[in-house]
């Protein structure tokens, strides 16, 4: 599986950013995806996970209410809408696929096959 995440950039408190993931090399329908992210200095965390066909989702509790996790399983895509930035938002952010998942969603990253790059984020006070 290959990932590659784009969307990231540099937006005031309050914005909102549209992060997207494309995945190729295996069918996207058949696995679960997440987002992390990584601030300097930190461990990777959790952010959100949306199973194989997007009926169950779970997020990281500082996102709730302002991250939606969705995916586009005809464009073997997967979205991190973010609303109501943070500057405590500011990291990296990771797609990830966990291809042997099962059961309840994973918010450990060792958990998780595969990686995108990553793109910044970087909100602004």
């Known amino acids: 599986v290959q990932l590659q995440a784009c969307g990231g950039g540099l937006v005031q408190a309050g914005g909102s950013l549209r992060l997207s993931c494309a995945a190729s090399?295996?069918?996207?329908?058949?696995?679960?995806m997440g987002w992390f992210h990584q601030a300097p200095g930190k461990e990777r965390e959790f952010v959100a996970a949306?199973?194989?066909?997007?009926?169950?989702?779970s997020y990281a509790d500082p996102v709730k209410g302002r991250f939606t996790i969705s995916r586009d399983n005809a464009k073997n895509t997967v979205f991190l809408q973010m609303n109501s930035l943070k500057p405590e938002d500011t990291a990296v952010y990771y797609c990830?696929?966990?291809?042997?998942?099962?059961?309840?969603?994973?918010?450990?990253?060792?958990?998780?096959?595969?990686w995108g790059q990553g793109t910044l984020v970087t909100v602004s006070s």
């Open positions: 949306i199973s194989e066909g997007g009926g169950r989702i």
């Open positions: 990830a696929a966990d291809v042997n998942g099962w059961g309840t969603l994973d918010m450990r990253p060792s958990e998780y096959e595969y």
């Open positions: 090399g295996r069918t996207f329908s058949g696995y679960r």
